[in-house]
């Protein structure tokens, strides 16, 4: 076989890209990745995979990887090569001097979503025992974190509410603020063949998406809305739902609560359709017409993404969802539920893990003192029973000097987090910024310390995809850096004091098992004989849970929040008329790191900033034209496209390239309670470039 040059050897693991978490054969010859084969019994993919997953790998090996740590005393300085002994020596010693000189909480870690849960669950254990604070925070913070809030507030856990299968079950499926085809494309496969079957689609989103309207499909209703205003839309459905009588009353009756309330908000003639409309320019009766198809429909599944979260009412939203879902009887079963698209591959599991400020594994407080007992025993700790610092406090608290140390795991923050002028000063004015990441990244440019990481090649543990399931990822190849990731992270730990040494990522699950209810049934030997799992998986489902609440809500009863509208503060004025939205594209993969890297780069070698034919003529703007994007934070430069996928008055752009960087225009505005960033409504300016 060797000899006619074909695999030799192939290891099942996942793509470490989105969070539809694809499994994948890579093959390989000799030690050389060949090429990744889709998985058939890949229990989120069925063998089916898109350009990322199957293409996308190049990056693993390419010449702009870092192998060898590196440290340098002023970020003027360049950097030099140092053995592993005194890189960890370096990042512990100068860790416990920032403390020693501003005190116990001056330090904190970033966690990743791309790295494995394993990963996240040692960086977290750092920060608690090691660092002694909950200084530990994740790049979930600026996608997803409004879905753990608001489905922790409505249903009592935070996560989806169904696996991707159900999709074949459902009649209607109603598609928010996300680009399925573009940032979840094999589940929106799975999605398209159910609407060529011939179920109905309303699309809630101010950009006509590719679904909108594709060979054999065309939505029923695209409800395109002015950006920030999803709430007066969800808020208008769920009028036509109580005051046309299509309330599932048995439903509501026996398994929620507070609905009596709720509906007597919405009911209000402000939240009708009609009223509404000046606000969120949706038409009334197109609206009315989608809200009774969602509620008569058998089943009806609501599916959303970032468009929902990120922005200042994105918890708000993802209540105002699941309400909706209530009052229509649209949980606990197939073809129905409430169910986030998570963007990278690993977001749920990182959130999972414990890597927020406020929890610990499994979304359990860290003030409740019965928790915190449980992992002051094991880990033979005493440990904090208030909140530590979520990313923009970190970047606050730099800015005002109490906070100056900061471990960043696998995340480009001074490219993907909103207002980079601020990212950038706050990152700037610390003693101490190590990065631990496959290449110099933007935020590398901050950093005093380099730790380089391993690709998902070279990677054994679990993540954990949007439909809850935990897939096995295997090592196709040794680290090329010569340490494993979690060994870096335990290695820092006990250099500060307290020892942290683990044989294998199985047993780091072994102990998530041990203290996670959610997590008691799982371990890589499960996961190695049923393929994948679905959490919950313990004594009451030992073999997983794809469909949850399925008879009683997690908390008891579904509890109906009241979800007033409340306009952002980002406000459109003469001088920056426009409103931005931002987006991904299908072969890219959000700050690009991996997929500049590899051939994708060739399909969409920068960012474009869309702009509709009316705004584009008013500005003497042509396709191709650069022009200047400016906000009240900042203004970068891009080329123009004419199209009328968006509205008048909307333009929308990507944020894979560090050169054109849309982040330098968005702004610090956030959601209410998670403060995830308002990413999607940005008051801009558009105008052509002046040549230099
Ligand atoms: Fe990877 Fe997502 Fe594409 Fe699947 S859909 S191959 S998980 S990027």
Sequence with gaps: VVELGMPSRSVVTTCAYCGVGCSFKAELRGDELVRMVPYKDGGANEGHSCVKGRFAFGYATHPDRKLKPMVREKTTDPWREVEWDEAIRTVAEKMRAIQDAYGPSSIGA???????????????????????????????????????????????????????????????????????????????????????????????????????????????????????????????????????????????????????????????????PEATEPVTGVPAEELRAAARLYAQAPNAAIYYGLGVTEHSQGSTMVMGMANLAMACGNIGRDGVGVNPLRGQNNVQGSCDMGSFPHEFTGYRHVSDDAVRTVFEELWGRSLLPEPGLRIP???????????????????????????????????????????????????????????????????????????RRINRVRAVMKPKTGKHEWQIVSEIATAMGYPMAYDHPSQIMDEIAQVTPTFKGVSFE????????????????????????????????????????????????????????????????????????????????EDLLELHPLDAENRGITDGDLVTLASRVGSTTLRARISDRMPPGVVYTTFHHPVTGANVVTTENSDWATNCPEYKVTAVQVGLAHPL
């Design 526 to 605: 499960l996961l190695d004989k049923l393929g994948s799992v679905q959490w919950p998986c313990n004594d009451e489902a030992p073999q997983g849970t794809p469909t949850m609440h399925v008879d009683a809500f997690v908390r008891g009863k579904g509890k109906f929040v009241v979800t007033a509208y409340v306009p952002t503060d980002e406000r459109t004025t003469s001088r920056y008329p426009l409103v931005l939205t931002t987006g991904r594209i299908l072969s890219q993969y959000n700050v690009g790191a991996q997929t500049r890297r590899t051939g994708n780069v060739a399909w969409h070698p």
């Design 393 to 467: 406090n970190m970047f606050d608290a730099a800015i005002d000097g109490s906070f100056r140390g900061l471990f960043v795991h696998g995340e480009d923050i001074a490219q993907s987090d909103p207002n980079l002028q601020h990212v950038s000063a706050a990152l700037a004015a610390m003693d101490l910024v190590v990065v631990q990441d496959l290449f110099l990244n933007e935020t590398a440019r901050f950093a005093h310390v380099f730790l380089p990481g391993a690709s998902f090649l070279e990677k054994d543990g679990t993540f954990t995809n949007a439909e």
């Design 110 to 272: 970033i966690s990743s979503s791309r790295c494995t849960n394993e990963e996240v669950y040692v960086v977290q254990k750092m920060v608690r025992a090691a660092f002694g604070n909950n200084n530990v925070d994740t790049c979930a913070r600026v996608c997803h974190s409004p879905t753990g809030y608001g489905l922790k507030q409505t249903f009592g856990e935070s996560a989806g509410t169904q696996d991707f299968r159900s999709v074949a079950k459902a009649d209607l499926i109603m598609v928010i603020g996300a680009n399925p085809t573009d940032g979840h494309p094999v589940f929106a496969s799975r999605m398209k063949k159910r609407l060529r079957e011939g179920a109905q689609l309303v699309v809630v989103d101010p950009r006509r998406i590719d679904l909108v309207r594709s060979p054999h499909i065309q939505a029923a209703h695209h409800l395109q809305l002015k950006p920030s205003t999803n709430v007066a839309v969800i808020n208008a459905m769920a009028h036509v739902v109580v005051t046309e009588g299509l309330v599932d009353r048995s439903f509501v009756d026996a398994r929620c609560e507070g609905f009596d309330d709720w509906a007597r908000f919405v009911a209000l003639p402000e939240n009708s």
